[in-house]
């Protein structure tokens, strides 16, 4: 069974930091690219970093460039999200994601089930 399992959210004041992590299980992900989404209440879900497993092609959205990266540990199975001067409008539930191919804007075959990031002004 695959899983995906996210951890790191919680409250931060504005120009904070904050690590997400997404553990996964269940097969291998290295021939997949990894996303990050957020939703926050009333809005659309964003993808907000990608990369493929290798690790050679990245996506940041605009609103998050130079503040997150998204980076992986191959022998934990882990992807990270690693979110610095967070805004209040960083607040969102953070779901990570695998595709089988690098398209970051498109449908992802797994997801988890998403953690809460709080971020106070």
């Known amino acids: 069974q695959v899983q995906l399992v996210e951890s790191g959210g919680g409250l931060v004041q504005a120009g904070g930091s904050l690590r997400l992590s997404c553990a996964t299980s269940g097969r291998t992900f290295s021939s997949y690219a990894m996303g990050w989404f957020r939703q926050a209440p009333g809005k659309e879900r964003d993808v907000v970093a990608a990369f493929s497993w290798s690790g050679d092609r990245t996506y940041y959205a605009d609103s998050v460039k130079g503040r997150f990266t998204i980076s992986r540990d191959g022998a934990k199975n882990t992807v990270y999200l690693q979110m610095n001067s967070l805004k209040p409008e960083d607040t969102a539930v953070y779901y990570c994601?695998?595709?089988?191919?690098?398209?970051?804007?498109?449908?992802?075959?797994?997801r988890g089930q998403g953690t809460q990031v709080t971020v106070s002004s």
């Open positions: 994601a695998a595709r089988h191919n690098f398209r970051p804007y498109h449908e992802y075959d797994y």
